[in-house]
Protein backbone atom coordinates (compact mmCIF):
# COMPACT_ATOMS: atom_id res chain seq x y z
CA UNK A 1 0.00 0.00 0.00
CA UNK A 2 1.42 3.31 -1.20
CA UNK A 3 1.37 5.83 1.67
CA UNK A 4 1.34 9.41 -0.05
CA UNK A 5 1.76 12.65 2.37
CA UNK A 6 1.06 16.44 1.12
CA UNK A 7 3.45 19.41 2.64
CA UNK A 8 3.88 22.76 1.48
CA UNK A 9 0.34 24.19 1.29
CA UNK A 10 -0.72 27.62 3.03
CA UNK A 11 -1.44 31.05 2.62
CA UNK A 12 -0.07 33.00 -0.39
CA UNK A 13 -0.61 36.82 -1.88
CA UNK A 14 -2.25 36.60 -5.59
CA UNK A 15 0.66 36.39 -7.93
CA UNK A 16 2.89 34.65 -5.25
CA UNK A 17 4.49 31.29 -5.63
CA UNK A 18 4.39 28.29 -3.28
CA UNK A 19 5.79 24.96 -3.91
CA UNK A 20 4.13 21.57 -2.69
CA UNK A 21 5.48 18.31 -1.92
CA UNK A 22 4.40 14.87 -2.18
CA UNK A 23 6.32 12.05 0.30
CA UNK A 24 5.22 8.67 -1.19
CA UNK A 25 6.64 5.73 1.22
CA UNK A 26 8.05 3.91 -0.87
CA UNK A 27 10.02 3.85 -4.98
CA UNK A 28 6.51 4.81 -6.93
CA UNK A 29 7.32 7.35 -9.20
CA UNK A 30 9.65 5.49 -11.11
CA UNK A 31 6.57 3.00 -11.71
CA UNK A 32 3.61 5.17 -11.35
CA UNK A 33 1.31 8.30 -12.99
CA UNK A 34 1.75 10.98 -10.23
CA UNK A 35 -1.16 13.63 -10.42
CA UNK A 36 -1.90 16.76 -8.74
CA UNK A 37 -6.13 16.91 -8.31
CA UNK A 38 -7.81 19.80 -6.26
CA UNK A 39 -11.05 20.68 -4.64
CA UNK A 40 -13.20 23.29 -3.45
CA UNK A 41 -15.93 21.98 -0.53
CA UNK A 42 -18.55 20.52 -2.05
CA UNK A 43 -17.37 20.43 -5.71
CA UNK A 44 -15.67 17.58 -7.53
CA UNK A 45 -11.66 17.31 -7.69
CA UNK A 46 -10.38 18.66 -10.53
CA UNK A 47 -7.06 18.09 -12.29
CA UNK A 48 -3.90 20.14 -11.99
CA UNK A 49 -1.23 17.89 -13.81
CA UNK A 50 -0.01 14.98 -14.01
CA UNK A 51 3.49 13.54 -15.18
CA UNK A 52 4.13 9.77 -15.92
CA UNK A 53 7.18 8.01 -15.31
CA UNK A 54 9.40 8.78 -18.79
CA UNK A 55 8.81 12.47 -17.02
CA UNK A 56 6.37 13.61 -19.56
CA UNK A 57 3.80 15.91 -18.14
CA UNK A 58 1.01 18.03 -18.87
CA UNK A 59 -1.34 20.06 -16.68
CA UNK A 60 -4.71 21.60 -16.71
CA UNK A 61 -5.34 24.73 -19.09
CA UNK A 62 -5.87 27.25 -16.12
CA UNK A 63 -3.14 26.33 -14.57
CA UNK A 64 -1.09 26.21 -17.88
CA UNK A 65 2.39 28.11 -17.83
CA UNK A 66 1.98 29.13 -13.80
CA UNK A 67 1.81 25.63 -12.58
CA UNK A 68 5.17 22.84 -13.30
CA UNK A 69 4.34 19.33 -11.94
CA UNK A 70 7.80 17.26 -10.92
CA UNK A 71 9.22 14.63 -9.53
CA UNK A 72 12.55 13.31 -7.89
CA UNK A 73 12.57 9.34 -8.22
CA UNK A 74 15.17 8.66 -6.04
CA UNK A 75 13.58 10.91 -2.95
CA UNK A 76 10.36 9.37 -3.77
CA UNK A 77 9.02 12.99 -3.57
CA UNK A 78 6.59 14.46 -6.19
CA UNK A 79 6.61 18.23 -6.52
CA UNK A 80 4.16 20.99 -7.86
CA UNK A 81 5.33 24.35 -8.37
CA UNK A 82 3.16 27.11 -8.24
CA UNK A 83 3.75 30.51 -9.22
CA UNK A 84 1.95 33.91 -10.14
CA UNK A 85 -1.13 32.08 -8.02
CA UNK A 86 -4.38 33.63 -8.06
CA UNK A 87 -7.69 33.46 -5.69
CA UNK A 88 -9.26 30.85 -8.23
CA UNK A 89 -6.08 28.78 -6.91
CA UNK A 90 -7.38 28.65 -3.63
CA UNK A 91 -8.19 24.48 -2.69
CA UNK A 92 -7.41 21.51 -0.84
CA UNK A 93 -4.27 20.18 -3.25
CA UNK A 94 -4.31 16.45 -3.86
CA UNK A 95 -1.51 13.98 -4.92
CA UNK A 96 -2.62 10.66 -6.67
CA UNK A 97 -0.42 7.86 -7.97
CA UNK A 98 -1.99 5.35 -10.46
CA UNK A 99 -0.21 2.73 -12.86
CA UNK A 100 -2.28 4.19 -15.99
CA UNK A 101 -0.87 6.48 -18.55
CA UNK A 102 -1.62 10.16 -17.99
CA UNK A 103 -5.34 10.55 -16.97
CA UNK A 104 -7.24 13.67 -15.82
CA UNK A 105 -10.02 11.34 -13.85
CA UNK A 106 -9.63 10.54 -10.49
CA UNK A 107 -11.45 7.20 -10.95
CA UNK A 108 -8.16 5.97 -12.76
CA UNK A 109 -5.64 7.05 -9.56
CA UNK A 110 -5.25 4.39 -6.94
CA UNK A 111 -3.32 6.55 -4.02
CA UNK A 112 -4.13 9.24 -2.46
CA UNK A 113 -2.46 11.53 -0.40
CA UNK A 114 -4.53 13.30 2.82
CA UNK A 115 -4.39 16.70 1.15
CA UNK A 116 -3.07 20.09 1.75
CA UNK A 117 -4.99 23.53 2.03
CA UNK A 118 -3.80 26.10 -0.39
CA UNK A 119 -5.41 29.59 0.47
CA UNK A 120 -4.56 32.70 -2.14
CA UNK A 121 -5.67 36.10 -1.06
CA UNK A 122 -6.24 39.35 -3.52
Known amino acids: QVQLVESGGGLVQAGGSLRLSCAASERTFSNFVMAWFRQVTEKDREFVAA???????TSAESVKGRFTISRDIAMNTGYLQMNDVKPEDTAVYYC????????????????WGQGTQVTVSS
Open 51 to 57: IAWSGGW
Open 96 to 111: AVGKVVISMRPDDYDY
